[in-house]
């Protein structure tokens, strides 16, 4: 028997109770976009709003409960200064919600993620209580049995005990983990002759299997990043330290490996990673050569591989480069190559051609070359002939800035249709153009926020041509390497000093000076006749840069909003300003020197250009 519910009961429910919990749930997905999606994300206004809306009713109490307490925001109490200040800046809320973790482990087991971007801050920051910080937040994490990540809170490991490292190995349910491997200088100065761990043998004391058994408890873990210091000294992991931690992870799919010494990471350390990785980074690693490279690019590791980035591995030869972009990768969906040095072409061997059916996103960052041996092999290749395209090769000191060989051989294959899945393509150092002429015309190169660093300068409008009327002129040759970008709306009666703007910004900068100068020449005339044959007038229609027929965006936005300012070489101290690494990963890599605390418009304190990096962001 089918029940007809009462209507005229149905009207005196209220409305908050009639619908549906997947309601709710849109609303608090909308509510974290518009606070977190966006250019300057609030976790303090996000908060505000959640915690509103849950004294709203009952329903909403519910809601909102599970959706905050699953990924969690903490923040520093800066802001607040009607807070009781601890000897430890800033740590109030975080000693607050541990122990609302501990008073009510209901909640407690509904934390997945801890967002703790402002603590990490406050961490490097910090100059002797950098030990507290780390036991509170390894206290934090011992109180969520589901926490499954540890966002933008990274100390560096140094083989020796400490807490946050030892909580996150009971975490069985983490999904990421990031080590920071580095050296115990401390330890190493306290050292003697009558210390007994230097005679005698200790499985305790083995920095091997110290590092197995703080791995071997991620049975769920997915993605693992494993950075060296720089600065340190010795060998660094060894090879079962390495390759053991990463047989013991049965569901990793993404791996970054960088700044690994020779004798820690080889060739065959290489080909024997995992199989059905599907993002890989490998990172300055000295001890892989090119004959290691191109075993690995031929071996069955890489037919799962979706997503590669090779940054400053030293590839000097173009065959390597074509053993990447080849049909062997048959699942490659995104490609990264980073590295100042230009690779060649063997003495005798054919000119290889690149291609990838399944590639959607390209960055292609590599430095340029001689003319000599550079141009007649485009020229060749792509059956270019014109010998206009010669004359915008010249620079103002009247040297020849072009693309290397690889980089013409990458146009040309665009150009031949070798890649018809490509739809993104970013090439932050593109001398000619050559690039940014076989993708899809822009309008304009510039960002709305360049204004910003672009206006005390000159003032460049997002749509200009020909057509329009120029009131002055500044000539930029000399900042772009012999890209004139000489038309501008208005220029101010400032000098223009190169060091002063970013790489990124004058690499868009010459990017839309390109655009200008193929709309100063035309591309057609129409000419209008009388019935008579005689002409009457004359209508030029000009040129654009780039192809109609082509379905690649040329991209112009980097992986993270950063402003280098006076990187030489479109470098940050070694890393590459384009492409998010593990500087800004642990907030090393500020825009500026230091963290400016400022007000923003919603009224509560944020730092200054710190992003929340999680890192599936390195891929």
């Given amino acids: 028997m089918i029940r007809i519910p009462d209507l005229a009961n149905i009207s005196l429910i209220p409305v908050a109770k009639r619908l549906p919990r997947e309601v709710y749930d849109c609303i608090l997905d909308q509510l974290a976009e518009i606070h977190l999606g966006r250019d300057e994300p609030c976790p303090d206004c996000y908060l505000k709003d959640m915690y509103n809306l849950a004294l709203t009713s009952r329903r909403w109490d519910c809601a909102v409960k599970e959706h905050m307490y699953r990924k969690i925001w903490l923040t520093t109490n800066e802001d607040n200064f009607s807070t009781p200040k601890l000897r430890i800046k800033g740590t109030t809320r975080l000693k607050l919600f541990r122990r609302t973790l501990r008073e009510r482990p209901t909640l407690a087991r509904l934390v997945r993620e801890l967002h703790m971007s402002q603590f990490q801050s406050l961490y490097n920051n910090a100059a002797i209580d950098k030990k507290e910080i780390v036991d509170l937040v390894a206290s934090i994490v011992m109180a969520c049995p589901n926490l499954k990540r540890l966002h933008s809170f990274h100390i560096p490991y140094t083989h020796t005990f400490d807490r946050l490292s030892h909580a996150l190995s009971t975490r069985r349910n983490l999904k990421e983990r990031v080590w920071l491997l580095s050296e115990n200088t401390e330890d190493e100065e306290q050292e003697g002759d009558d210390d007994l761990s230097n005679i005698y043998y200790h499985t305790a004391t083995d920095p091997t299997e110290q590092f197995l058994d703080l791995n071997s408890n991620y049975s769920s873990l997915d993605t693992l990043v494993l950075h060296q210091s720089p600065t340190r000294s010795s060998t660094g992991l060894s090879f079962r330290a390495l390759i053991g931690t990463l047989k013991q992870l049965p569901c990793l799919r993404h791996l970054s490996i960088s700044n690994f010494p020779a004798a820690s990471f080889t ?148 150009q031949s249709n070798y890649f018809p899945s490509l739809t993104k393509l970013r090439a932050p150092h593109d001398p000619q153009g050559l690039l940014q002429s076989v993708c899809k015309p822009r309008v304009s190169a510039l960002l709305p926020s360049d204004k910003l660093f672009v206006s005390p300068l000159i003032s460049c409008p997002f749509v200009a041509g020909p057509s329009r009327g120029l009131v002055s002129q500044v ?47 035309p591309c057609m005339y129409i000419k209008v006749e009388d019935p008579d044959g005689c002409l009457v007038d004359i209508h030029s229609i000009y040129g654009f840069m780039g192809r109609l027929e082509s379905r690649v965006k040329y991209e112009v936005m980097p992986d993270q909003k950063r402003g280098c300012l006076g990187c030489e070489e479109g470098r940050n101290g070694g890393e590459s300003e384009w492409v998010t690494g593990i500087g800004g990963l642990t907030g090393d890599s500020e825009d500026f020197e230091g963290e400016e605390a400022i007000l923003g418009r919603c009224g509560h304190v944020n730092r200054r250009h710190r992003e929340d990096v999680g890192a599936m962001d390195l891929f």
């Fill in 267 to 414: 060739n065959l350390t290489l080909n024997s990673l995992p199989a059905n990785l599907q993002s890989l980074r490998l990172e300055r690693l000295p001890g892989v050569t090119e004959g290691g490279l191109q075993r690995f690019a031929k071996s069955a590791l890489t037919d799962s591989i979706q997503s590669l980035t090779l940054i400053d591995l030293g590839a000097s030869n173009i065959l390597t480069l074509s053993q990447f972009l080849s049909s062997k990768l048959g699942s490659l969906v995104k490609f990264t190559f980073v590295q100042w040095e230009t690779p060649t072409l063997p003495i005798g061997a054919s000119v290889p051609i690149f291609q990838s059916s399944t590639l959607t996103y390209l960055h292609w960052e590599v430095g340029s070359q001689a003319i000599s041996t550079v141009y007649s092999a485009y020229h060749t290749l792509s059956g270019h002939s014109d010998p206009r395209s010669r004359s915008h090769l010249l620079s103002s000191s009247g040297t020849e800035r072009v693309p290397c060989l690889a980089t013409s051989i990458l146009a040309s294959s665009i």
């Fill in 475 to 521: 000539d930029l040759s000399n900042l772009f390497g012999g890209f004139s970008c000489r038309e501008f709306t208005g220029v101010s009666t400032g000098t223009v000093d190169p060091r002063t703007l970013p790489i990124s910004i004058q690499s868009r900068l010459a990017a839309h000076s390109r655009i200008l100068d193929r709309r100063k020449l």
